[in-house]
T-cell receptor, first 113, second 113 residues
Framework: SQKIEQNSEALNIQEGKTATLTCNYTNYSPAYLQWYRQDPGRGPVFLLLIRENEKEKRKERLKVTFDTTLKQSLFHITASQPADSATYLCALDISGTASKLTFGTGTRLQVTL | NAGVMQNPRHLVRRRGQEARLRCSPMKGHSHVYWYRQLPEEGLKFMVYLQKENIIDESGMPKERFSAEFPKEGPSILRIQQVVRGDSAAYFC???????????FGPGTRLTVL
């Protein structure tokens, strides 16, 4: 069955460092992969979408890579700030019909001073 | 430009009652998705609708749950004869196109007593 795995343990890093979060998936070749941020008690907020023919995508301090051979995406936040503390979710369309997203369970990031 | 709106934000029901959750998508968005998030679990897809049509309901329980997105008005997720296991946060998302990022609402937190 399709699995999307993210580090279940929280990631604690110091302000100013680069945070790297991992998303691994199995048994499927998605056309694209998305990353969302979710704060406690709130809905997810879209961050970046990367397509299968793109190796890397950047947006301000955020960078996403997509390795379809390894079936892995890496999400980087450079110069991290305490305000970046949240849970980060990766999501794939495994239906092949672009009709729904399947989300990983997320990785909680804590940036400390 | 208002975002996705959901109401109520909090809903308390006793076992056996009906719950009706409403979602108004962003202006110009005709694609609506419903997700459920149980405590300490990831987001799970329930149903995908496009104006007046259910496109994919593979994630929705066969009994007691129904969804609609009428030509006029909000999308409704209806849960009949609620049970304690239905207690969760229900999120609605909308998008302008099928293979696009999704914009989430703040969610409705359903508590079944």
């Amino acid at each position: 069955s399709q699995k999307i795995e993210q580090n279940s343990e929280a990631l604690n890093i110091q302000e100013g460092k680069t945070a790297t979060l991992t998303c691994n998936y199995t048994n499927y070749s998605p056309a694209y992969l998305q990353w969302y941020r979710q704060d406690p008690g709130r809905g997810p907020v879209f961050l970046l979408l990367i397509r299968e023919n793109e190796k890397e995508k950047r947006k301000e301090r955020l960078k996403v890579t997509f390795d379809t051979t390894l079936k892995q995406s890496l999400f980087h936040i450079t110069a991290s700030q305490p305000a970046d503390s949240a849970t980060y979710l990766c999501a794939l369309d495994i239906s092949g019909t672009a009709s729904k997203l399947t989300f990983g369970t997320g990785t909680r990031l804590q940036v400390t001073l | 430009n208002a975002g996705v709106m959901q109401n109520p934000r909090h809903l308390v029901r006793r076992r056996g009652q009906e719950a009706r959750l409403r979602c108004s998508p962003m202006k110009g968005h005709s694609h609506v998705y419903w997700y459920r998030q149980l405590p300490e679990e990831g987001l799970k897809f329930m149903v995908y609708l496009q104006k007046e049509n259910i496109i994919d309901e593979s994630g929705m329980p066969k009994e007691r749950f129904s969804a609609e997105f009428p030509k006029e008005g909000p999308s409704i997720l209806r849960i009949q004869q609620v049970v304690r296991g239905d207690s969760a946060a229900y999120f609605c998302a909308s998008s302008p196109r099928r293979d696009n990022e999704q914009f989430f609402g703040p969610g409705t937190r359903l508590t079944v007593l």
